[in-house]
């Protein structure tokens, strides 16, 4: 479809606004036809949820699944809160109908998904696993059998762990091409829409220097930085095997959580100093695959542990890509200073709110300033969010309801913001919620609630909660509500 020009969209949104007001029997008035809370989305923005394979399958030894870094991790006393693992889960490899029905009736238009590696290829490269393909046939047959469109995830971080050295090896990136050539061939007669790798920041930093997330390394700068080489690397040639195997017509991009700095003070000199720091705190990851090089600032400050580069990388690396995922979560605030990089960092405050999980620091620009920020710093393809969302401590009332107001708060106010980065005009296509389920939440275990369903995790039932029927009114009318 074609999309509006920013003065068009700001006619109909006008116009809509109009009619809302109206219709709800207080228009009159320049005063409010003037005013910008305008909260329709444009006709065609895809909403959806997301969720990924490790944190709601379940099912890990059935059907010739490969073992993951991540049941390795998980099964590591004291790694994961409680020492939970994902061997269940949400059990969604044996219940997918029954979410797949979830997401019908909120009324999605996609839903993105990500498919275990280990599934196809147990040992993460070499023999094909028939019946892992076969799985997740029986998923986008499903999907599209109830009207919503898959958005294919190929890496949300279930490395097989044959694979030797793990994101150590370059040998990792090369395999991670085969399985995405594979997969592109097999499946894109009806997958549209193809991620590679879902954040770089978590594929390697958190998982090889914190050491919070499998495989638990801490390295030091040379090995770290040949890691996240090697996951930029990873998803270049998987765009260029995704673009070789695919069926014309099928788009590629990525997932990324790429830092977001927001302006302390909506004023000229902050916003430079957003953009300038955008540009540098994403020096590894995304400014690297839009640039298609390291950028000097970044070569210099690592010095003799600047990662090794082999001839192609950057071609790889710099392939132009159909649409960017962002997944955005929480502000990084930045001002403008008098000095060489030309910003500093905001010191958060003791007392900054945050959702249920301690890192989540709620700030609602976070949302429009991860779309301009990008935006501002290079010619950016089709924007998706390809997650927002929030933990929240939800509990089950006596009447059955989980009434997550703070949720709603959370997703409502973010949801104004990309409102506010669309009606600027900047190429936000659909948003995809984070998530459909409460799952498992990585290193919080089952403790921690992403979902707009509630999951009992003793029985497997499902019970949607006020945020679900929250988004589905907001699918239903295209409309924050
Ligand atoms: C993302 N942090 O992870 C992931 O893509 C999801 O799998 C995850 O469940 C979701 O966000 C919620 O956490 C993150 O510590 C995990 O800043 C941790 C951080 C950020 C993102």
């Keep these: 479809m074609s999309w509006m020009t920013r003065r068009d969209f700001g006619k109909v949104a006008t116009a809509a606004a109009t009619a809302t007001v109206l219709k709800a029997g207080m ?53 994961i809160h409680n020492n939970d693992t994902g061997d269940v889960a949400d059990d969604s490899y044996h219940r997918y109908k029954e979410d797949i029905q979830l997401l019908k009736n909120l009324g999605v238009g996609g839903h993105r998904f990500s498919i275990a590696w280990s599934r196809i290829f147990p040992s993460g490269t070499g023999a094909v696993n028939q019946k892992g393909v076969d799985f997740y046939d029986r998923v986008i047959d499903e999907l599209l059998k109830n009207g919503i469109e898959p958005y294919v995830t190929l890496f949300h971080w279930d490395l097989p762990a044959a694979l030797p050295g793990g994101w150590q090896s370059r040998d990792t990136a090369k395999a991670f091409a085969e399985y995405a050539a594979f997969a592109a061939k097999h499946y894109s007669d009806r997958v549209k829409h ?8 978590c594929i390697t930093d958190i998982g090889h220097v914190e050491g919070r997330f499998a495989p638990g390394l801490r390295l030091p700068p040379a090995e770290a930085n040949q890691v996240r080489h090697h996951a930029i690397l990873a998803h270049g040639l998987g765009v260029q095997a995704i673009r070789a195997n695919a069926k014309a017509g099928t788009k590629v991009g990525l997932a990324e959580n790429a830092n977001v700095f927001v302006p302390v003070i909506e004023t ?12 540098l705190g994403n020096a590894p990851f995304l400014t690297a695959l839009m640039e298609g ?28 890509l159909d649409f960017v995922g962002l997944n955005v979560y929480t502000p990084i605030y930045v001002r403008a200073e008098n000095s060489a990089r030309g910003f500093a960092i905001e010191q958060q405050q003791a007392n900054y709110p945050n959702m249920d999980s301690p890192w989540l620091k709620v700030g609602p620009e976070v949302a429009y300033w991860s779309v301009r920020n990008v935006c501002e710093n290079w010619k950016m393809p089709d924007l998706l969010i ?32 990309f409102h506010r980065a669309i009606s600027e005009g900047y190429p936000l296509r659909g948003y995809f919620l984070w998530s459909l389920l409460d799952n498992f939440e990585w290193a919080d275990g089952y403790s921690k609630r992403f979902g707009l369903h509630y999951v009992d995790y003793a029985t497997q039932k499902r019970i949607p909660k006020l945020s679900a029927e929250w988004y589905k009114q907001v699918i239903a009318h295209n409309e924050i509500v």
């Design 386 to 417: 390809t997650e927002n969302g929030c933990s929240a401590e939800d509990v089950v009332t006596p009447a059955g309801r989980i009434e997550d107001t703070e949720r709603v708060m959370y997703l409502r106010n973010h949801l104004a913001q």
């Design 27 to 79: 228009g009159k008035s320049a005063w409010a036809a003037d005013h910008d809370a305008v909260r329709i989305f444009p006709k065609g923005f895809v909403w959806g949820c997301a969720t990924a394979s490790y944190q709601v399958e379940g099912a890990v030894n059935e059907d010739g699944r490969g073992a993951t870094i991540w049941d390795n991790f998980a099964h590591t006393p004291g790694k």
């Design 293 to 320: 090089r390291y950028i000097d600032e970044y070569l210099e400050m690592a010095g003799a542990a600047a990662p090794k580069v082999e001839a192609g990388d950057f071609k790889a690396i710099g392939s132009k």
């Design 194 to 201: 193809f991620m590679t790798t879902n954040e770089f920041v």
């Design 268 to 279: 000229d000199e902050h916003i430079a100093a957003a953009k300038r720091a955008t540009r």
